[in-house]
């Protein structure tokens, strides 16, 4: 995987898998060399039995849902109460968006993006009307490192994408040291396919690259809350509030401090990402309301 400093996310860095599911990767806010490393697509592993991906549309999509929509609290609070075992989580770190983005708290990317493909750019990044928005618009998307990093908590955050063929959504916990796959990924959100109706859940693990996931099926053009908890002893994802995903497997749980990242990345990529076409509107926006990360 191409990467450059501590810091940086790698414009190639996440994989999927060829036949159900694909891990997006992190990135670079320094210009990358994303065809330096192997193809991982074709190099693909191991131990994955997951829901296939539905094929991807060649029809025309509807119109995207207008980027500002109404985000009732109420039931914010509501799911993230609900979710989980009731564990003692403290609050240590996030981002409400309810104001200018503080820049001390992400790293914006500035480079190549993922899979090689068009730019990540400072521009496409803004925070508005209380959520933040990645904006991708012809070869131009974007994507953010968060600056606070731990090993282990709970990370959760609501988010929605809107529809459009060749841009894909990507949240996720990458490793500080760089080394990947060796020190794992935890994908908490991907959701490539023009229509947004499946979420997908991916950990990357080993120097094989093994992996092992699931993903669901709803509409993700619209709010949706997630989260995942990392745990020496099991990592466990839920949506919604409900438990979707859970692996007590040792091998599968990273040790060391990760970071979260939010991408909006661009196909083509094979049984992934398509290549934008006329029907792709003229903008399509990864839109988070809030991030929260915890600790016990």
Avoid at 25 to 46: E, I, N, R
Avoid at 146 to 151: A, E, K, P, S, V
């Amino acid at each position: 995987m191409p990467h450059i400093p501590v810091r940086v996310r790698a414009a190639v860095a996440g994989m999927a898998v060829a036949i159900s599911v694909a891990a997006c990767a992190g990135a670079d806010p320094t210009p990358a060399a994303p065809d330096s490393g192997p193809d991982l697509y074709d190099a693909l592993p191991q131990k994955v039995e997951l829901p296939p991906v539905p094929e991807i549309p060649t029809t025309t999509v509807a119109p995207p849902t207008p980027t500002v929509t109404p985000k009732p609290k109420a039931d914010v609070k509501k799911a993230t109460e609900d979710e989980g075992p009731k564990l003692d989580w403290k609050r240590v770190a996030g981002d409400e968006f309810d104001g200018d983005l503080d820049e001390d708290n992400w790293n914006l990317y500035d480079s190549i993006g993922g899979f090689g493909n068009g730019l990540r750019r400072p521009e496409a990044i803004s925070a508005s009307d209380g959520t933040l928005k990645i904006t991708g618009r012809g070869e131009v998307s974007g994507g953010m490192g968060h600056t606070y990093d731990q090993t282990y908590g709970r990370w959760e955050f609501r988010a929605r994408t809107e529809p459009g063929r060749g841009y894909g959504s990507a949240i996720l916990l990458w490793p500080d040291s760089e080394k990947w796959p060796e020190d794992g990924e935890i994908d908490m959100m991907e959701v490539p396919t023009e229509d947004r109706v499946r979420a997908h859940f991916v950990l990357h693990y080993g120097e094989d690259n093994n992996i092992v996931g699931t993903s669901v099926p709803g509409n993700f053009a619209n709010w949706h809350t997630f989260a995942v908890e990392w745990l020496p002893d099991r990592i466990t994802w839920f949506v919604d509030g409900k438990k979707q995903f859970e692996t007590k497997d040792p091998e599968a749980i990273p040790d060391g401090p990760m970071h979260l990242t939010i991408q909006l990345d661009q196909g083509p990529k094979k049984d992934w990402l398509p290549e934008r076409d006329e029907t792709t509107p003229d903008e399509v926006s990864l839109e988070v309301d809030w991030v929260r990360v915890y600790e016990l």
